[in-house]
């Protein structure tokens, strides 16, 4: 069965971890910001493509939304508030650029072998997508651990969601109540985290997330 | 008879591959020049440059050992046979059951291995510049390499050119990432061991900058033409390797007549001439990258070699 769909929505999901990689890649907050848009971009593109596939109209809504959201919106507050910030030559990461990216292969390797030996008998398709999606999911959290500053923890969060609604679209039969609802709840969490990086700002005058243990006085 | 036309058509791709190499830089030359506006020297330039150095003579150093004489003619051998080995307008010739893709990373290997001594062999400060950058971006690209050649492997069962060639060529193979991936992460490993542009500059001696050139700074006379023939010929080497691979169309099967090699050969001659061009455009878009960053572009390499090879289990898992 090495049908066009199948195909399609391989290479949709194999780019979302490419560009995961990427993100990992990237120095800058202005191209991690861009990089991320596109992400999103991707995402809503392969959630189309399942829409389409799996026959599942209500598919084409979680589309727009990451598309009008996590592609759109979100980029250009977090453009917004890195020009507020004046931080946009920051450039910051608590591990070097080679290990993080050996560390990125691993998870992907890892998230694959899991995935493969766990669902072994699913549907091919939603099987694949689980296994991408896991990698994703642990893609972005390494962006956050290995990030110093907020802003880029932000997107290393958004772009873990961002597994998520790939791994829910995957499986079928995701109502579309609860696709709306997480969508909404990570819109909510992005406003509060914006919030929260003011204040941070305001408070220590950086948004390197450092300057916390400091102030908790766990310095090494 | 078999054997005889099997030798004929192996000594017509031995030729071609040679006598092509050298238009191939000039023509890539010709459209650089031409891109930023500027006249160019004449494609056929390469031949006139290796005839001129054929007619000199050889300065050696006092203290250039016999190692320093002959690297020339073993680099030069070297890439050639791996030249001649990559399928360029036909699958199935006389050579093609040793044209195997870990071989040929073997012979260029080998290849960079002698011309890095020679770079340290007189003993200038230069050589060894050279040679230790030169071995810097080997020691990564070569990795990176045989991870793009695992993938390829691993989609067609098989590390024989002509074998992957072919079933590249047949409608089994669909759209695959992995294949994209491994596409785009040899483009990059061939832009960097033909040290062009983002990694080095083939057309400057500044002594920041260069890499290749500087290893082969003492070099002169025939010496000097059999280095750059052979820097010619690794450049079409990775050109054919990518066509054969990737756009494996109308390239002939094993046996056919000599209309269908005849329409190969005629293809090879369109896809060189497309390779040259978008090398040449990819050249005078980007800007060379200092030397530290060399590592970061070959390490993203690399990535998608593995990334590739990962991506492959998944597609293949049900």
Redesign the interface.
Known sequence: ????AF??S??LA??L??IS?MML?QDRLYSLLNVFALHALVLSLSVAWQAFIQDAPHLYVTAVIALVFKAIVIPVALHRIVKQLGIHRDIESAVG??PT?LAG?GL??LS?VLM?RVTSDAD?LA??DL??ALSVVLLGLLVMVTRRNAVSQVVGFMSLENGLVLAATGAKGMPLVVEISVAFSILIAFIVIGIFLFRIRERFDSVDVSALDDFRGERR | MVVISDIIVQGVQMLLVLLLAPLLTGYVRKIKARLVRRQGASVFQPYRDLLRLLRKEVVLADNASWLFRVTPYITFAAIWVAAALVPTFATGLLFNWTADLIAIVALLGSARFFLALAGMDVGTSFGGIGSSREVMIAALAEPAMLLIVFCLALVAGSTQLSTVSHFLASSYVGLRVSLGMALVALFMVAIAENARIPVDNPATHLELTMVHEAMILEYSGRHLAMIELGAFLKLLLYVSLIACVFLPWQIALYGSGALSYTIGAAAYIVKLALAGFLLALFETATAKMRVFRVPQFLGAALMLGLLGTLLLFVSRSF
Do not use: K, N
């Not at chain 1, 069965?1 to 066009?4: A, E, I, K, R, V």
């Open positions: 069965m090495h049908s066009l195909d399609i391989h290479t194999g780019g971890v490419l990689l890649y650029i080679g990216m292969m992907v390797a694959l493969l091919p099987r694949e296994a991408f």
